[in-house]
């Protein structure tokens, strides 16, 4: 009982501290039926106030012990809600930070997107790259390892760099509807807003996301390894990556997915 959370202030090591054992009389691995015991509460008479106060709110605690039910360990999932199984997503939603949904969440998590690409977009829509722009500020500038621009910013990389947004040109063909345009809040604004049918709007979030991590990875492979991929050869990734998404969904055995590897065929 000294380590478990079974009262609403918390666990007893965690309010009374190592010496509380002492100061309440009860040994460090007593259990609750050891301790309460004939509906009475057996702890020693102890002069620390704080302790006093602790000891009458355990005792207002209404608590029914049944000697024919077996200790077992329940999980909260709402509020005054109990489960006896664990379930990540409740257990998440309760200990989160809730805060007002923003309006681009399903151009970065969706269901048909790759996680460790929507990881990088959703960096991105933040700003949070360790663009030349930001390490600036730690004075180590870094020009644009495509172009030459002296300020690499975010907005630059995607996609005002002209390496960039020729690669965006070819790999987004013609699902956006309209001609791309280079500006990144543009782009956004047209992904997040615009008319599309279903199967359109995935492809055009699956490309946004892999041509994002594509550009952000080849950007990191120049700076750091040395390594050059042509324009050519990255598109090609970023096509292959999005067609072995698609294979991997079994979009032709899905009603709502059937249709989309000869989408994705016909905008380029």
Known sequence: M??????????????????????????????????????EWRFRNCRDHRIQELVQAIIRYPLALQDSISDGAIWKCGENEYKDRFVAAETWNLVREHKAEVPWHKLVWFPQ????????TWLA????????????????????????????TRDHLFFACPFTFTLWLRVV??????EPDPDWHTTLTRLLTGSYDKLTSILLRL???????????????????????????VARVIDKTV?????????????????LMQRWFSAH
């Open 2 to 39: 000294y380590r478990d959370l079974w009262h609403p202030r918390g666990r007893l090591i965690d309010l009374t501290g190592e010496l509380g054992t002492q100061k309440l009389g009860i040994r460090r691995d007593a259990k609750i039926c050891e301790v309460f015991v004939a509906g």
């Open 125 to 152: 829509v933040r700003d949070r790259l360790a663009t030349g722009h930001r390490t600036s500020q730690w004075g180590q500038p870094q020009v644009c390892i495509y172009c030459g621009e002296p300020d690499e």
């Open 207 to 233: 490309v946004f996301q892999v041509t994002i991590y594509s550009i952000w990875r080849e950007r990191n492979d120049r700076r750091h390894k040395g390594c050059v991929k042509s324009m050519d050869q």
């Open 173 to 178: 063909g013609n699902l956006l509807g309209v």
């Open 243 to 259: 067609r072995n998404r698609i294979t991997s969904l079994d979009y032709r055995y899905k009603p709502r997915l059937q249709g």
């Open 113 to 120: 997107g790759v996680p460790r690409y929507g990881f990088i």
